[in-house]
């Protein structure tokens, strides 16, 4: 196993706050758009309802998140039991990283993936794919353990879980109003008018951009979880080919189960061997070569 030095610390700590610094900008871009169409829908009144539905959302997902992915993915529950060498490796894991030991799922699919949920530490659940298991070796395995480990360190699933529940407030709000405006009336006022004009452009530009800025979001936070990943796992190399193993594989065994509402969550994205190559902007995942280059600078 390679030892990670200094030299990997100081590359890797100012991406690191560099990260968190654009996760922190883009959240509040989101918050801000929301905002912003309750202004332009309803005045003063339409943003305190947007801005309450944007905090009932958040309470609702910070709460229940966790349940609703690993029931989404019908995740199943083991102990040392029924995976021991899963087990051995996340707890060794998470006693360096200073962490409670997570609760462990195994996923019934021949797909080879990961994720981690929760909305803190102490609330964890790491979930594994039948698949992963197979395709990986333990020095692999670990360093995706790793990775999935400072994800939940980092609080990076509830950032990109709000994230993406923000987002789809903000597209299913647009959606709404604009059936409202279809099936409103024609009013000839001005004030009417400019008013239906600004509702009528967020609507259609609202829903691109808080797309984009989640998915920004969950670049972001794979690129993160990847650098401390490393570090906690001493071995960069290791997630470097492990990462290439998982991209191989995509479409060979496609995942079967969840879908676009929790594609962010896992460590390479799921719905590759469903569709074409996506662009870039478009991807809940940073590109995978981009991710091995940086981790193979990591040495």
Do not use: C
């Amino acid at each position: 196993m390679l030892s990670v030095g200094i030299d990997t610390d100081m590359t890797a700590k100012p991406r690191f706050f560099s990260n968190y610094l654009r996760t922190t900008v883009l959240m509040a871009a989101l918050v801000a758009l929301l905002a912003i169409g309750g202004r332009a829908i309803g005045g003063l009144d339409g943003m305190l309802l947007f801005g309450g539905l944007g905090l009932l959302m958040n309470f609702v997902m910070y709460w229940f998140s966790d349940k609703l992915a690993l029931l989404a993915h019908r995740a199943q529950p083991v102990g040392p039991a029924e995976a021991p060498t899963l087990y051995a490796i996340v707890e060794r894991l998470t006693r360096r990283a200073g962490l409670p030991m997570p609760r462990l799922y195994i996923i019934p699919s021949t797909a080879a993936n990961a994720f981690a949920t929760g909305r803190n530490p102490r609330h964890a659940a790491v979930a594994v794919t039948e698949g992963i298991l197979n395709v990986l070796d333990e020095r692999q395995l670990e360093a995706v353990l790793a990775h999935e480990l400072s994800h939940v360190k980092n609080r990076d699933i509830l950032v990109a879980t709000i994230a993406a529940a923000v987002a789809g407030l903000i597209s299913t709000i647009g959606y709404v109003m604009q059936w409202g405006l279809m099936l409103g009336g024609r009013g000839s006022d001005n004030d009417n008018r400019s008013g239906g004009l600004a509702a009528l452009a967020w609507i259609i530009v609202a829903p691109i951009i808080a797309l984009l800025i989640q998915l920004a979001i969950s670049r972001s936070r794979e690129y993160g979880a990847d650098a401390s990943g490393a570090s906690l796992n001493g071995d960069p190399d290791a997630l470097a080919d492990a990462l290439m193993a998982l991209e191989q594989t995509q479409t060979v065994r496609p995942y079967e189960f969840g879908g676009p509402a929790t594609a962010h969550l896992f460590i390479v994205n799921p719905l590759r061997g469903r569709a074409a190559a996506l662009v870039n902007a478009f991807s809940t995942h940073p590109p995978i070569e981009e991710r091995v280059r940086r981790l193979r600078q990591m040495r």
